[in-house]
């Protein structure tokens, strides 16, 4: 095999995996310094309590930054938890869906379908699929007019962009009269601005636009957390993570620490609305590659609502999409096979990576179109 040829700056590939995903190789290098000595303190990251003045300060700066990164308002509190974003689809019911009631689960892909299976599991109360993506092999996210949703829900859950097959909501989607939204925004948290006005919690597993996986960023608005509808476990409470501070037990100090660090990144660029506008141009790439390719690379998803961070599309024979996704591995643009459930061919471009990754695989694409289609 020859060397790859297109490789991204420090040598390394240019990496389009839906997660754990992409990061900024500035703040790998500062990660790299923090694991031997944290700020001088003569200790790594990994080794510092989580009960000492190091850690207040590095947890109160990750805070910060997070608030000040998503313009995320006072009356919401940040928590950082343990566990993936799976683990919110029962928190969620658990902290917020009273027994009988009834929550709206619009279903558009994988992530959604499992939301709505784990908070059946979850709790003893009616969760309303208003819109069965299936049906479409979710190859769009409903319009308003496509939902029946339901008057004193006690909330609407929806993911915000749908990682798998690559649809988004253009705009948040409307629940019945005031009823608060929740969002899954894992893959696109900060890459886009969001209205925090309309929704009662929003949350992001980090390993796609913030650092490390297994723990999850739940941004939730005070009211919520003060009036937990049940008696939870502590571990699985908002409201006792709240009074801890997201330190119940030891917290995921690491995840926390390159979270912050991925804030301040983020932040320096410009944060969600520059990202919002670096992530469309990436997307414009490769979409009018496909879009002219004469039916060689097909859309997974309508493109009223195609998505900017995964871009998912498939060959004319699944052959030809293992050759795409080897043939361009082998030249330094990994991480594009499909999600098993989808197939084809899936390029993630979380606000790591650099347009210059987008022109990369554009680029690839015409030559494979050309030499294969
Ligand atoms: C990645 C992802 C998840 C799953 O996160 P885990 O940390 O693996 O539990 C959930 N929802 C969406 C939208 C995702 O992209």
């Not at 739940?218 to 009211?223: E, K």
């Not at 100090?253 to 660029?269: C, P």
Request: proline letters at 7%.
């Amino acid at each position: 095999m020859t060397a790859p040829m297109r490789l991204a700056p420090g040598g390394r590939m240019w990496n389009f995996s839906a997660g754990p995903a992409v990061m900024p190789l500035e703040v790998l290098e500062q990660l790299r310094t923090d694991l031997l000595d944290l700020a001088g303190t003569g200790i790594g990251i990994l080794e510092h309590s989580h009960r000492q003045p190091t850690y207040d300060r590095l947890l109160a700066q990750t805070m910060d930054s997070c608030r000040k990164l998503g313009s995320i308002p006072d009356d919401y509190e940040i928590l950082m938890l343990p566990g993936g974003a799976t683990l919110q689809f029962a928190q969620i019911a658990l902290n917020m869906l009273p027994d009988g009631a009834t929550a709206d689960y619009p279903d558009t892909d994988v992530w959604s379908s499992k939301a709505i299976i784990e908070a059946r599991d979850a709790v003893k109360a009616n969760i309303s699929v208003i819109f069965e993506g299936k049906k479409f092999k979710y190859d769009h996210v409903p319009t308003d007019g496509e939902m029946t949703p339901t008057p004193g829900a006690a909330y609407l859950h929806y993911c915000s962009n749908n990682t798998v097959r690559g649809t988004r909501y253009p705009t948040p989607p409307k629940a019945a009269p005031g009823v608060p939204l929740v969002s899954d925004a894992s893959s696109e948290i900060f890459g886009r601005p969001i209205d925090w006005r309309a929704h009662a919690l929003v949350y992001a597993a980090a390993q796609k636009n913030c650092g490390v996986a297994a723990m999850t960023i739940v941004i939730v608005r005070r009211d919520v957390i003060a009036r937990p509808v049940r008696n939870l476990h502590s571990m699985m409470s908002y409201e006792a993570h709240s009074k801890a501070e997201s330190r119940l037990n030891t917290p995921p100090t690491f995840a926390i620490h390159t979270a912050g660090l991925m804030f301040k990144w983020m932040l320096k660029e410009g944060g969600p609305a520059e990202f919002a506008r670096r992530n469309a141009a990436k997307a414009q790439l490769l979409y009018s590659v496909i879009d002219s390719s004469g039916g060689f690379y097909t859309g997974l998803s309508r493109k009223e609502c195609r998505a900017d961070i995964n871009v998912s599309f498939h060959l004319p024979t699944p052959e030809l999409d293992h050759q795409f996704a080897s043939e361009a591995a082998a030249e330094g643009l990994d991480g594009l096979a499909g999600h098993k459930d989808a197939g084809g061919i899936r390029a993630s471009m979380y606000n790591a990576l650099p347009i210059e990754g987008a022109q990369a695989l554009a680029q690839f694409m015409r030559e494979f179109a050309r030499t294969r289609g």
